[in-house]
């Protein structure tokens, strides 16, 4: 990091100053994968809650045909509705993580910025400290992200038993 004082060489170039900023633009990147993977996943999701959602209304508005099927059918679209609410709320907090990554490399990159300009010391500290919340908010993600797809395998899983 490049901060403006009197150790440093009399001339910093705008070049070398834009160039320190966007390092933290590889996260920032890195973030966007991650939130676009997310997003299509929390899409998917949302989908099929709605279409076992229906299904489950059909079941309970439905009086005819073999009673007992339909029940067990009945319980599997339940269970597994039950199951998808707690993995969109995995998916929609792994999101917020990612998003809220992307503000701290953001903040990270404007800090480097002013730290620069104006040499400012505390600028320094403020730069490593929303750098570091910036990647332990991705680990959140990842972690929330990891549990995710334990839970859409189980979801699949009970799918499978009661077919």
Not at 7 to 29: F, K, Y
Not at 111 to 139: D, K, N, R, Y
């Amino acid at each position: 990091m490049i901060i403006a004082n009197e150790n440093l060489e009399d001339h910093v170039t705008s070049a070398d100053i834009i160039q320190t900023m966007l390092a933290p633009g590889l996260m920032i990147s890195a973030c966007g994968l991650l939130l676009l993977s997310m997003n299509n996943k929390y899409s998917v999701v949302l989908s099929r809650i709605r279409v076992l959602d229906d299904e489950k209304r059909d079941h309970l508005h439905d009086n005819q045909g073999p009673q007992r099927s339909k029940d067990t059918r009945l319980v599997c679209v339940l269970d597994q509705l039950s199951e998808l609410q707690t993995r969109v709320q995995f998916e929609r907090d792994a999101i917020v993580c990612y998003s809220a990554a992307v503000a701290f490399f953001v903040l990270t990159s404007l800090f480097i910025g002013f730290s620069v300009l104006g040499g400012i010391e505390i600028l320094g500290a403020l730069t490593i400290a929303s750098f570091l919340v910036g990647m332990l908010l991705v680990l959140a993600g990842v972690l929330l992200a990891g549990w995710e797809a334990i839970k859409g395998y189980r979801i699949i899983r009970l799918d499978m038993q009661n077919e």
